[in-house]
Every structure is written in C-alpha cells, then in structure tokens.
C-alpha cells in the first residue's frame, strides 16, 4: 500500500508540474509575441531602429531563462520535500529486526568486519547462506564475486542488517 500512496503523490506532482510548465511556456509565449509586435511596429513606425528590436529581445531572453529556471527549482523542492516525508515516514517505521537478548554490543572501535558461521534462508527452508565465515581487516578491500543468486546481495544486506542471521 505504501508503495501505491507513493507512485499516487508521484503521479499528482508530475502532473501539477506539467500543468506548471505549460501555463509558464504559455504565458511567456504570449508576452514576447506581444512585445515582439509592439517592438515591431515601433520600427515600422520608426519610432525605434531595428537595434532597439534586438534590444528588447534580449531584454525578454534575460528574463525568461530565470523564469524557466525558477519554474525547475520549485519542481525539484517539491520532489525534495516528498521525498523528506517518506524519509521521515521510513524512520517511524518500527524495526522489523530486533537485536536478541543477550546480543554482543557492537563497539564503532572495532575496524574489523567479521562474518564468523553464518547461516540465512529467505523463506526458512532453502538456505541461501550457509556456514559462512569471513574476516575484513581495518583499511582491506574485498570482492566477493560469484555466480547469479550465490548470495552477494544477501551478505551486503546482513552487513548492513537488513535481515537477521538465522544462525552464526
């Protein structure tokens, strides 16, 4: 449902954003065809030379480049603030993973990551991890490569505790 709500508000604000950047592009269309016609008939009229024509298109592309650049600003803004709602919404969220009684408190110190026996099944049946151990010194690069639905996915995911071990 959360995801339905999500792609709803996107939905709602590509739309007002659209309807924004016609109304913009229509608005300004009418202003320099007016003005143009004006400056024109100026020329005609030799009330202005044809510099004065250039002028005040110049004039009116320095003036609409920031009113197009404003326009996308105020749409990213926007984008930014329904993505801070549903930050905001992800850190309400109750954690699904608890830490078990008894659990060893992780200490920021330690510069080692360690996988030490570790066991993990999706579903509780077929494990797709089993019995894994690993030690990653301080300052050390590792790849873990592998074929597709090895288990590198997963083990970034238990890295990150994403998922709770099963075992180890």
Do not use: C, H, W
């Not at 329904?82 to 060893?104: V, Y």
Request: proline share 4%; aromatic share 8%.
């Amino acid at each position: 449902t959360f995801l339905r709500e999500y792609e709803t508000a996107d939905v709602k604000t590509e739309t007002s954003l659209g309807l924004l950047n016609i109304g913009q592009s229509v608005i300004i269309a009418l202003a320099v065809t007016a003005l143009m016609i004006l400056t024109s008939q100026g020329v005609v009229a030799q009330k202005m030379t044809i510099g004065d024509l250039v002028l005040v298109n110049g004039l009116l592309i320095q003036l609409y480049i920031p009113l197009n650049f404003m326009g996308m600003v105020y749409r990213e803004i926007k984008q930014s603030f329904i993505d801070m709602n549903k930050m905001f919404s992800l850190l309400d969220t109750p954690q699904d993973i608890a830490d078990r009684p008894g659990a060893i408190l992780f200490e920021p110190s330690s510069p080692t990551v360690e996988f030490k026996n570790v066991s993990f099944s999706y579903d509780g049946r077929r494990e797709t991890l089993s019995d894994v151990s690993f030690v990653v010194p301080n300052g050390k690069t590792v790849a873990i490569v592998g074929e597709s639905g090895s288990g590198k996915t997963t083990l970034a995911r238990l890295l990150f505790r994403l998922y709770d071990v099963s075992d180890g």
